[in-house]
């Protein structure tokens, strides 16, 4: 006789409703899956609300989709009580996110020997709030000559906070003037000062679990314009090279949900931003690349849930420095290295057989989906919410046309 389970996905939610609307059709639509034991799943889906809760209290849910508590404390205190206590699986863990900023991330990948730009952390420019600043200040800070480590550095630079993200306070620093401008300009952010590479391509990954999109990202164009539809832009090398750094950022920090910026030059992969603890899926933004990023979101939630996988909510810093301190292993080999500790992290063997096993109809429904009027109406609405009514034909014309194209390359996956 065989057993049924259900399974509840939880969304955290701030202001996006287009990918949650998405995902939560997908999750209507996937039904009954069998794992190879003979048991059946029914994954159900429902937002979470936010309301005072007892320690004590069983949560629901066996896994919680996060885009929110990086910066909303009470829903994170949420998710650590579901972790610690009920075993909810989380995408992202809030156990790491005193890593989910540049700073860390940049000292951790230069550790495994990554082509990290030249990159350093200069004081703040104003005094924090506290009354013990001057004090400190007075004794313990030494000064500095900002012109002089510019100089050495080369221009052009770049300023960002150490743990900003979607590219708050970023600028670029052509001279003196510019780099004194944004550093005052920082207050009491604190800022990285970075090498600037002259790159063929800027790739941005996205990765969800072992499913890893890299696309062709143009900074300097409006957001609905900055993803291209490229295919084949990197070698077959950095390509690659590009999908293994994503991973490894991941499965390094314990990151389920995340986005990697890259540039490369002369085949040379340079990591520049990975820590996202929300990363982008608009559709808006990724549009052509939309639908992969519901179908990978669907899948990897439906794999962790169905096969109960067991979350690891702390780093594990031992077998990827073993990796990197390994003198016999050229920078090659360690991302082969690498890579291979990404794939047993996210037990991705296991997870390509369940897909295959388990969720053979999600490329069918998926495009079904796509194609449908009710997709049509959940982009239409979001183009009514995201840009003014002057512009709404336009914008219109413009993502349907992406869609056309998205279900013309995927044709062979309808019925």
Known sequence: ????????????????????????????????????DGTSHRITSERVTIEPFNLRDKARQDLCIDRLAYWYYHPREWLKKAAL?????????????QSMEKHSAYCAMLRLGLNVPNTVLVPYKNPVDNARWAYTSAKYNQSFDLDALADEMGYPLYMKPFDGGGWRGVSRVDDREGLHTSYDESGEMLM?????????????????GPETMVMKFR????????????????SEKAGTEAITISQTVNAFFRWEFNSCEMLVKDDIVYP??????????AVTSLHYYFPWAMKSLLKW?????????VAKTQVDTAPWFAVADNDDLDYAAKIVAYQRLADDHFDTARYREFCDSALGHVDEFVYEYVTSPEFRSMLT????????????????AHFGGLMTMWATDNAHLAS
Request: aromatic share 12%; charged share 25%; glycine share 2%.
């Open 1 to 36: 006789m065989t057993s049924q389970r259900d399974h509840l996905i939880g969304l955290l939610l701030g202001a996006e409703e287009d990918w949650p609307t998405a995902f939560e059709s997908l999750v209507r639509r996937l039904g009954i899956i069998r794992t190879t």
């Open 85 to 97: 206590m009920d075993d909810v699986y989380l995408l992202n863990s809030p156990f790491t996110f």
């Open 192 to 208: 990285h000062l970075q090498e600037s590479i002259d790159y063929d391509v800027f790739a941005r990954a996205l990765t969800i």
């Open 219 to 234: 900074p300097e164009m409006p957001m609905h314009d900055r993803y291209e539809v490229a295919h084949d832009f990197l």
């Open 272 to 281: 520049i931003d990975y820590a996202n603890a929300c990363p982008d899926v």
């Open 301 to 309: 939630s439906a794999f962790c849930v169905a096969t109960d996988r």
């Open 381 to 396: 609405s979001t183009i009514q919410q995201t840009y003014p009514t002057h512009e709404w034909e336009r914008f219109e």
